[in-house]
């Protein structure tokens, strides 16, 4: 990181439970087996003060410091190593902005896996029926968060044979425009 030129805009801390290493492999064996019934939960609360919810304020503040252009509303959240917490991060984030009143839609763009769906308790339809050219309004797979307004996540639906054909195909840069 030191030798990165890139501005730094915080950290958050590990908030999963401590588990022995016997728990993690059993744990992780049950994951695999449960792969397409898994749901999580946005863990950012209104009124929270514990010290995730505090970290994620910050980095939110950083943000909007940093924000030169207020035209430029796009947040990017991005890894190589599967399982770095790119879902966990945006979903978090995201409702921390929603909660200071921004609108804030989150789109899952991992159609390989669908992790950022998960929040949503992954519907069976979603961005891909509209890349795939299923249906031409990707808006109506929205997915509305019951407590807050603001915070809306656009789900994969089904997982493709051919993401990386789908994403090619230029329509996803339309929703982005959009």
Not at 52 to 71: G, L, P, Y
Not at 122 to 144: A, E, F, M, N, T
Request: aromatic share 6%; glycine share 8%; hydrophobic share 35%.
């Amino acid at each position: 990181l030191d030798k990165l030129s890139i501005p730094f805009v915080g950290e958050i801390p590990d908030c999963s439970p401590k588990k022995s290493l016997l728990k993690r492999l059993i744990e992780k064996k049950d994951k695999k087996k449960q792969e397409g019934n898994k749901t999580r939960e946005v863990i950012i609360k209104e009124g929270s003060r514990n010290i995730v919810n505090e970290a994620f304020r910050v980095v939110r503040t950083n943000i909007e410091f940093m924000a030169k252009d207020k035209s430029k509303n796009a947040i990017v959240i991005t890894s190589f190593n599967p399982g770095a917490g790119k879902s966990f991060i945006a979903t978090n984030l995201g409702m921390s902005f929603a909660i200071k009143g921004k609108k804030v839609l989150v789109i899952d763009g991992d159609l390989r896996h669908g992790s950022a769906s998960a929040y949503v308790n992954s519907p069976s339809h979603g961005i891909c029926d509209y890349l795939s050219g299923s249906s031409d309004d990707w808006k109506k797979y929205i997915v509305k968060d019951s407590n807050n307004p603001n915070f809306q996540v656009l789900p994969i639906g089904k997982v493709p044979p051919n993401p990386t054909e789908l994403i090619e195909e230029g329509k996803f840069e339309k929703i982005l425009q959009e």
